[in-house]
């Protein structure tokens, strides 16, 4: 996440990681634009990333702040 952030965002660019019950981790930025799924091709060199996100947490979702917006993940911890 913070590398698409990099990427794709634009900066500042935050990252905070949460420990309770499980593990929240948070990466902010000042762009408004929304992050979606993409079904990349095999030729594709990009867009896996938030397939990737999906397949590894248990949840993970956006909100938009006063600033820009949060992309967050949560992962139960054993």
């Known amino acids: ?10 900066g500042p ?10 593990l929240i981790c948070e990466v902010t930025d000042c ?8 079904h990349a091709a095999e030729t594709d060199e990009g867009g896996r990333g938030l397939q990737l996100v999906s397949a590894l ?10 600033t820009g917006k949060c992309i967050w993940t949560e992962q139960p911890l054993t």
């Open 31 to 38: 762009s408004l634009t929304t992050p979606r799924i993409r």
């Open 1 to 10: 996440m913070v590398a698409n952030a990099i990427r794709h965002g634009k």
């Open 57 to 66: 947490s248990q949840r993970w979702g956006t909100r938009y702040t006063p």
């Open 13 to 22: 660019i935050g990252l905070r990681l949460l420990r309770g019950e499980g």
